[in-house]
């Protein structure tokens, strides 16, 4: 198992009715303007239960939606089903599935995910993102802040941290803005998120 999934399978059920209920555009308002309005290869990396990558899909992006959680993908199978969209069971910080000479992607999103992964796991992880984004694609990042729900591994990341990671590893930061929880129980506990965008 992947210690950044802890406490994530035994609440499956809970967590998929949240990660269904913000349509695409609203959940990902800040960096809308940023999305590649023609085609591209995408990549998901937590793609939880696939409402994202099937949004995608429905742009016409070709996405690997990566997820670790045997219980996320297979409700994204049954619900999310999209020829455009291909499942793969892997995570950061390594990514060891996806080959970087074979493939790039014009879009790569990485939400929810980051603050699952340790000091060294984010040295790691960042180089790997930087070698599969392609010229010119975008690389989204949605960073938690807050409280640790109970079960969960999870650190406090900052968006510093994670811009000079990107621009240690060739990428240029083109997007930096906080933004309050969109839901309700997690704005009560106060979680903020810092919405971040790169480019090469």
């Known amino acids: 198992m992947i210690a950044g999934t802890r406490g994530y399978g035994e609440n499956a059920a809970s967590l998929i009715a949240r990660y269904e209920e913000l349509a695409f555009p609203v959940k990902h308002e800040a960096v809308m303007h940023l999305l590649p309005t023609s085609p591209v290869a995408a990549l998901d990396v937590g793609a939880g239960t696939g409402a994202d990558a099937h949004w995608l ?116 930061c083109v997007l930096d803005v906080a933004t309050e929880s969109l839901q309700a129980e997690n704005r009560r506990a106060g979680v903020t998120w810092s919405r971040l965008a790169f480019t090469r």
């Open 57 to 172: 899909a429905e742009q016409g992006h070709r996405v690997i939606a990566v997820e670790p959680t045997d219980a996320f993908r297979k409700f994204a199978a049954a619900h999310h089903p999209s020829p455009r969209i291909t499942w793969v069971d892997d995570g950061l910080p390594h990514l060891a599935s996806l080959d970087p000479s074979l493939q790039r992607f014009g879009l790569i999103m990485v939400t929810a995910v980051w603050m699952h992964l340790s000091t060294p796991e984010r040295a790691v992880g960042m180089p790997v993102l930087a070698r599969l984004l392609a010229p010119g694609g975008v690389l989204v990042m949605a960073l938690r802040h807050g409280p640790r729900p109970p079960g969960r591994r999870m650190f406090e990341v900052s968006a510093h941290e994670t811009v000079g990671l990107a621009e240690h590893s060739g990428l240029r």
